[in-house]
């Protein structure tokens, strides 16, 4: 079993301490040694687990996993069951699919196997992960499904769903992430979520939330189908609306390619061209982290990543057509790019981080004139994706169980796009003047449309201002006014912009005192902590699939009845009944 | 220490054994000894913690709690700090103002400490304390303080709050469920939410959600008060939107008394008298609790408590001056207190049911006559307090963490307010015609307009109704068409408001099959579902904090970091540091 999974990685992510450890002696899991490190950067040329085929309007993306290459040890990837290697490729095709085939309208998500569609994340590998990696890999598969219907509300791609089989648990989920899910009508083939019946735990990728926020399934039907193992087929699953439609399987192929160009017909006119999705090339050292336009460094001892973001090299490019020449070169694209890169690995790789901090070195100026630029050209597709991309890696920011934090210094380049890191962080410290011996200019923030309107909506529907200042409206009205002015440290202040403004004397003092005080705490409540503050306002079904459903399902995978010794997950397949604590929570 | 505590609750109480252990031989812990229960009927006269005031349109609720008696053994209530046994208090004294003295219009919530108002839950309390019991703990003092916010909202009692001192964690959450806080500013008085940094847990009841959702504080602003062990105090902690005014300590009375009256001033014209909360008389024995109009039937071996509502005993009265004069005996009030009770006494004290049966037994038209003269009285202020009751109770009941089933048999009268119940279970059942030597008339189930309309909204707002019905919201319009109609089992169904319709061949089978197998799931993995599943639609902060705030806070309680034996919360007061696990999940 798994022999073609690194060991290494296996070893990295064995099960969890039995209780508060400690750290191994200044050592960080991913300093252990590089290659165990989990990669996220893939291209179809690679994938193991997926084929991705584009025909004018339609792209089809199939699912054929390849049971003997699990991305961790110890498992098979049986029955199109996935684990985190399979949706890394997954994510990278939907990625794919926006960049490289904006044609695309329609995107049928198939199986390769014979009458089975997906049988959920693989459940040997869950009983085996840590539970650091579970909760991990549950915030991946859901952005990645987030992703699926970001694509089909703001870039016309529509998932249609094509169940030829068995869809079961993260199979069905992947399947309510689609617009549209076709089920074979074969007295066989259903839709089901099996996890408490037989596993104690929750779907844990939206499911419970989609079926009742997304497809509006009524309450007591949702119970029935979430305590049925086998699940629900033919009729009964178009009743109850847990699938859109059922067909003989003779007719299958006929209804999806109906199906298809119905829905094709009615998404509108699509560029031709896409762009390629080249490597995000990186250079890893011991404690660093090398992209083109984002420097990763980590103080492993004080349990720190320094993230720094650098500016653009040079103008905007002259038009459209010469963005889409630059292509995933374009200043904004790539930084991007590397920066979501960048966060992942710190997520799965680097599990001893307390805080990142976010630094920025480059031209404030420069900065907005790309932002300028993106608005100018906002009809076009290149610029419209950049936008999004951008949006989808702010989220993922914002998602991220790290203390966040900003440090405006001069030299820095927070405007715009850029500036809206400082409000995604927890805190951010701007220091007010310059540092003795540093002739730059002090620093400065210059704020932009993209940080007032809703271009990087937060998962609650506003932007990070509009949350910042929920109880002060007349503050964000202010600061639309500043719009495009350099703001210095007072005036951020002044304006609410930023946490502390700081001169040169405490500037160092704080900072460290901080930064010290944030790795003392308990990194289990500042994770809760974090996802309550973060995120204020309206909920939306994003949001309760990241609170609700996620803190519960962290509480699940945490309680002895399905991951103690005789849980249901431990004891999953070795013959032996769980045996419960009966008390009620 | 403890001496006043009952011993039995104190082992009833002990710490969660190591894992999953089985029930103890079938005997429940309550059916151990029922003086080990925890009860939740008090008054005044009995009260050991609280002292309530009535001056004209101005209440004084005072806390004074008496460290000498803690609810369970094993430690003391100094500084005002609170157990569940303080807040069974607290919120008898909230129902009482709004029933005895709905002419009150201010209440003021002030501390009989010098210097002090309240710190918070008991630290050692929740150490010593089970899972189960922490859990239940926070749930119960959230309703309390939900309930404040309804009666500030729908009874015109606003809550002023006079923090004299220091207004620790829950001693600030207290402050927080307050229309207006006023803190003294002497240089020591401060407001704090010193959970994370002092114990590695969250705030635990709504404290985070309100400082963001209800005060609006900025977040970064949240994340500096949140970390900061000693608190904010004076100008800044106005600044900051954490309380509305500060005042010398000199000028304290003074300015409570000033704001108080401008309140009242701005209240509308109230009712002078209010009905005695006369006590709810309740007969245990070993598998029964027997109320007037409600009997609970606990069949511990199957896990079952089985819940009878009796419909009323004779006609609604004459006029509301008869409905006053019956007061605390008047059918639909009776009915609420006693299945309230009810529903507590399971929460806390039958940790092993894992369903709750609702049944019904009386005339189904009678039943709609007291919802018509509640109807045709709705300008009355007890009418309206006894609605906003039922709303409160019903709400409880959907925040149970047991399967909720409802059985609709001849007999039965779940017409109007009681066929509420059916539509807050996860499912319901309702049998076709009658079983065999029954010469009852079949069962029909009676919509009302409270059914339909937002008078008893869930914590989302929506009806529950409206909550079912999201997906098809044409069913909803046709219910509505359907309003004073007898249903007959198979028009139910056919309305969708019914799970199930079943003949009485299948009718002990499939019922039989649904409550074994409930019993038979592993309990947090239901909790975690139902608690999914039962609140579709639209989020409040009510939502908020029962959803995200309590699951997270739920994990954070499993977490070794908080409760193992070198976590924060077991090691707090003893010296020694806790020692953490540095991953962050």
């Known amino acids: 079993m798994g022999e073609a999974a690194p060991k290494a990685a296996q070893a990295e992510h064995a099960r969890d301490g039995a209780a508060a450890g400690g750290r191994a002696g200044g050592a960080s899991a991913r300093g252990a040694g590089a290659s165990a ?23 089809t993306l199939t699912m054929d996993v390849d049971e003997k290459a699990p991305l961790l040890g110890g498992y098979e990837l049986k029955l199109n069951s996935y684990d985190l290697g399979v949706d890394i490729e997954l994510a990278d095709a939907i990625e794919r699919l926006r960049f490289e085939h904006p044609q695309a309208k329609v995107v049928l998500l198939k199986s390769g196997k014979d009458r089975v569609f997906c049988a959920g994340a693989n459940i040997r590998m869950l009983a085996g992960a840590t539970h650091a990696h579970k909760v991990n890999f549950c915030k991946f598969t859901n952005e990645t ?20 089989g068995t869809a079961a648990g993260g199979g069905y989920e992947l399947a309510l992430a689609c617009d549209h899910i076709m089920l074979v009508d074969d007295g066989s083939a259903a839709v089901s979520l099996p996890e408490l019946p037989l596993l104690a735990v929750l779907p844990g990728t939206g499911g419970l939330t989609r079926v009742t926020d997304k497809r509006k399934v009524r309450r007591d039907h949702a119970d029935v189908f979430c305590t049925t193992e086998e699940g629900v087929k033919g009729k009964r699953a178009v009743e109850w609306r847990l699938v859109d439609e059922v067909m003989p399987r003779s007719k ?60 653009p090299d040079s103008a905007p490019p002259s038009s459209a057509d ?28 680097e599990l001893e981080v307390a805080t990142i901090v976010f630094k920025s070195d480059g031209d404030a100026l420069r900065v907005l004139t790309y932002d300028a630029f993106l608005d100018a050209n906002s009809d076009h597709w290149l ?7 951008w949006k989808r890696v702010l989220k993922r920011v914002d998602m991220t169980s790290r203390s966040l934090v900003t440090l405006i210094e001069p030299g820095s380049c927070f405007a715009g796009t850029l500036a809206e890191l400082i409000f995604a962080a927890d805190r951010s410290y701007m220091l007010i003047g310059t540092m003795q011996g540093d002739n730059r200019a002090p620093a400065t923030i210059v704020l932009g449309d993209v940080n007032v309107f809703g ?131």
């Open 252 to 311: 299958l192929d006929e209804a999806v390619e109906k199906r298809a160009k119905a829905i094709a017909a009615k998404q509108g006119g699509k560029a031709d061209k896409g762009i390629a999705l080249t490597p995000v090339e990186r250079k890893r050292s011991a404690n660093s982290n090398e992209y083109k336009f984002v420097s990763v460094a980590f103080e492993r001892d004080n349990r720190r990543a320094m993230i720094t973001l650098r500016g």
């Open 322 to 349: 010469a963005m889409v020449q630059q292509g995933a070169a374009f200043w904004p694209l790539q930084l991007a790019r590397e920066l979501d890169d960048a966060i992942l690995d710190i997520r799965l790789n």
């Open 383 to 389: 610029a419209r994706e950049i936008r999004l991309k």
């Open 145 to 164: 499904r987030n992703g699926i219907e970001d694509a089909s509300e703001n870039s016309g791609q529509k998932y249609v769903c094509v169940v030829n």
């Open 37 to 59: 490190a989990i990669d996220f950067r893939t291209e179809p040329s690679r994938y193991r687990h997926w084929k991705l085929g584009v025909d004018g309007e339609i792209a």
């Open 455 to 585: 271009t990087y909506a937060m998962s609650n529907g506003l932007s990070r201002l509009a949350t910042r200042f929920l109880g002060e409206p007349d503050s964000l009205d202010t600061a639309k006014a500043e719009i495009g002015k350099p703001l210095d440290a007072d005036q951020a202040e002044q304006l609410g912009l930023v946490t502390f403004a700081l001169d040169d004397i405490d500037w160092e003092d704080e900072v460290r005192l901080f930064l010290e005080e944030r790795a003392s705490f308990s990194p289990d409540g500042l994770t809760g902590m974090e996802a309550n503050l973060r995120f204020a306002g309206p909920e939306t079904m994003e949001t309760k699939i990241f609170a609700r459903l996620t803190a519960w399902q962290n509480w699940i995978f945490q309680r002895p009845n399905a991951v103690g010794p005789e849980g249901a997950l431990t004891r999953y397949g070795s013959g032996q009944k769980p045996n419960f604590d009966l008390k009620r929570v």
